[in-house]
């Protein structure tokens, strides 16, 4: 019982993952202003990169929804403390090439910490 609100915050910040990966797959453009750098060119190309990241999301999400149905809690743990590496490096290139500090703090640092935390509540490090 005690394993209910990590393992549900895990399929929580899974699922979101999934669905920021779709809007980025179904309309790059208009999802890009959100993310924390200046919006990029509006062009095929720069469409493209989007998608990447999209689907990079959605993989993301699916691993831990999968390791979740197949492992146990400690490897849905493990999972999301790798995984955080993710938002960080979301974070730093944000703050490294001067887009929006509250974005990048309050978007990706804060889903950088909830990862943390619950993937080491799930490990029972703390």
Same mark, same amino acid.
């Given at each position: 019982?005690?394993?209910?609100?990590?393992?549900?915050?895990?399929?929580?910040?899974?699922?979101?993952?999934?669905?920021?990966?779709?809007?980025?797959?179904? *309309?790059?453009?208009?999802?890009?202003?959100?993310?924390?750098?200046?919006?990029?060119?509006?062009?095929?190309?720069?469409?493209?990169?989007?998608?990447?990241?999209?689907?990079?999301?959605?993989?993301?999400?699916?691993?831990?929804?999968?390791?979740?149905?197949?492992?146990?809690?400690?490897?849905?743990?493990?999972?999301?403390?790798?995984?955080?590496?993710?938002?960080?490096?979301?974070?730093?290139?944000?703050?490294? *090439?001067?887009?929006?500090? *509250?974005?990048?703090?309050?978007?990706?640092?804060?889903?950088?910490?909830?990862?943390?935390?619950?993937?080491?509540l799930?490990i029972?490090?703390?």
């Amino acid at each position: 019982m005690p394993n209910v609100i990590p393992l549900s915050l895990a399929a929580l910040v899974a699922v979101g993952i999934i669905v920021i990966g779709c809007f980025y797959l179904v *309309s790059p453009q208009r999802v890009s202003g959100t993310f924390g750098l200046k919006p990029p060119a509006s062009d095929a190309d720069t469409r493209a990169w989007l998608r990447l990241k999209g689907n990079r999301d959605v993989v993301a999400g699916l691993v831990v929804l999968t390791v979740m149905l197949a492992a146990d809690r400690r490897l849905v743990g493990m999972a999301l403390l790798v995984e955080a590496i993710i938002p960080f490096g979301d974070m730093s290139i944000i703050l490294g *090439s001067g887009g929006s500090k *509250s974005r990048a703090l309050s978007i990706h640092g804060v889903t950088c910490a909830v990862m943390l935390v619950v993937g080491l509540l799930l490990i029972h490090a703390i």
